[in-house]
């Protein structure tokens, strides 16, 4: 859901001049500027390195609720795709800007009792460590879905659908908590061309972008 707001935010701005999607299946969207790659396994890029290099900004979107999840099957997703993707495009692209959505609540010390706080606070950890030009972490909480954006977790998109009539206004009165696809994918942008004062952003720090 994340990604396709993101991605149409990329396809509006002007100052972008070309987007690599890579994807596990072809989605059928075609746009000047759009290039999708289908790749389906996300632990090993090495038989598209050579596609990869000379990009200024990944905008990694991927992810999965941790519900129903066991930690070892949750981290192989969460950290183990993430890590394989990123250190291959530091590797790449060491001028590049790295930028992660992560999770609002996200444990950085790695030790508390929420165990997908935990895997996201080493996934973010690890990726700050890695030898990037930059690299910012995303911590959204609620995310309003806009244009027709849609989570592909069932029970999240029914979700928005029961609540689709409260969300603006729980936007509107919950800055701090809430932000939309639109807002996310605008302050990634800004944050790819002009980088900020630190490298985790909350919702609010989104929303003022």
Same mark, same amino acid.
């Given at each position: &859901?994340?990604?396709?707001?993101?991605?149409?935010? *990329? +396809? +509006?701005?002007?100052?972008?001049?070309?987007?690599?999607?890579?994807?596990?299946?072809? =989605?059928?969207?075609?746009?000047?500027?759009?290039?999708?790659?289908?790749?389906?396994?996300?632990?090993?890029?090495?038989?598209?390195?050579?596609?990869?290099?000379?990009?200024?900004? *990944?905008?990694? *979107?991927?992810?999965?609720?941790?519900?129903?999840?066991?930690? /070892?099957?949750?981290?192989?997703?969460?950290?183990?795709? #993430?890590? /394989?993707?990123?250190?291959?495009?530091?590797? +790449?692209?060491?001028?590049?800007?790295?930028?992660?959505?992560?999770? #609002?609540?996200?444990?950085?010390?790695?030790?508390?009792?929420?165990?997908?706080?935990?895997?996201?606070? !080493?996934?973010?950890?690890?990726?700050?460590?890695?030898?990037?030009?930059?690299?910012? &972490?995303?911590?959204?909480?609620?995310?309003?879905?806009?244009?027709?954006?849609?989570?592909? =977790?069932?029970?999240?998109?029914?979700?928005?659908?029961? +609540?689709?009539?409260?969300?603006?206004?729980?936007?509107?009165?919950?800055?701090?908590?809430?932000?939309?696809?639109e807002q996310v994918g605008r302050a990634m942008l800004t944050v790819a !061309?002009?980088?900020?004062?630190?490298?985790?952003?909350?919702?609010?720090?989104?929303?003022?972008?």
């Amino acid at each position: &859901m994340v990604g396709q707001g993101v991605l149409r935010e *990329c +396809l +509006l701005d002007p100052d972008v001049e070309s987007v690599l999607s890579i994807v596990r299946a072809p =989605t059928g969207r075609v746009e000047p500027n759009l290039r999708e790659l289908v790749h389906r396994d996300f632990f090993d890029f090495s038989a598209i390195e050579n596609q990869l290099a000379g990009y200024d900004a *990944c905008f990694f *979107c991927l992810g999965v609720s941790s519900a129903g999840m066991q930690e /070892a099957d949750y981290r192989r997703v969460t950290y183990d795709i #993430t890590l /394989a993707s990123a250190r291959t495009l530091a590797r +790449l692209n060491p001028a590049m800007t790295f930028i992660y959505v992560s999770g #609002t609540g996200t444990d950085s010390s790695e030790k508390g009792s929420s165990m997908w706080a935990r895997v996201k606070g !080493k996934t973010e950890n690890d990726l700050l460590r890695l030898p990037f030009k930059s690299a910012y &972490m995303f911590r959204p909480g609620a995310i309003v879905p806009l244009y027709g954006a849609k989570s592909k =977790t069932k029970f999240v998109q029914a979700l928005y659908t029961v +609540l689709k009539p409260v969300l603006p206004m729980l936007s509107a009165l919950f800055p701090k908590y809430v932000t939309n696809t639109e807002q996310v994918g605008r302050a990634m942008l800004t944050v790819a !061309k002009q980088g900020a004062p630190k490298p985790v952003l909350e919702t609010s720090d989104m929303n003022k972008i």
